[in-house]
């Protein structure tokens, strides 16, 4: 409940992609209901290249996954950040976001791309 009045205060743009959602889906409830449609408007800032909104996004991001409980953190990994990753290179570039990232998502994200067997395209230092 409180991600979801911190989503609406900070990602006032937000609120439209929320109603879609809860409109087609009828979910209202949960953060995992409310980091798909969230997931769904960071790629269109990703694509618009609001850079000043991709770092709030991400910032946004690290926070939850720093001070949110267990079902926040597996929300914003699973549902967010594997959304994001999903979307590379067909639909946004990774390395468009990845310097917005913090320690925590970097860290997630390397974990998802071992367990994948892939490397995603800037994660990692050149010397990686």
Do not use: H
């Amino acid at each position: 409940e409180k991600a979801f009045m911190l989503l609406k205060e900070k990602f006032p743009k937000f609120i439209p992609y929320w109603e879609t959602f809860t409109n087609y889906w009828e979910i209202y409830e949960g953060i995992t209901a409310l980091m798909t449609p969230f997931s769904q408007y960071a790629v269109e800032v990703i694509k618009a290249n609001d850079t000043n909104e991709i770092k709030k996004i991400f910032d946004f991001i690290e926070f939850l996954l720093s001070n949110g409980d267990d079902s926040v953190r597996n929300a914003v990994t699973t549902i967010f950040l594997e959304n994001l990753m999903s979307k590379d290179p067909d639909e946004i570039q990774f390395t468009t976001f990845a310097k917005y990232l913090g320690e925590n998502s970097i860290g997630y994200c390397r974990a998802w791309d071992k367990f994948c067997g892939v490397k995603t395209k800037g994660l990692y230092d050149d010397g990686e």
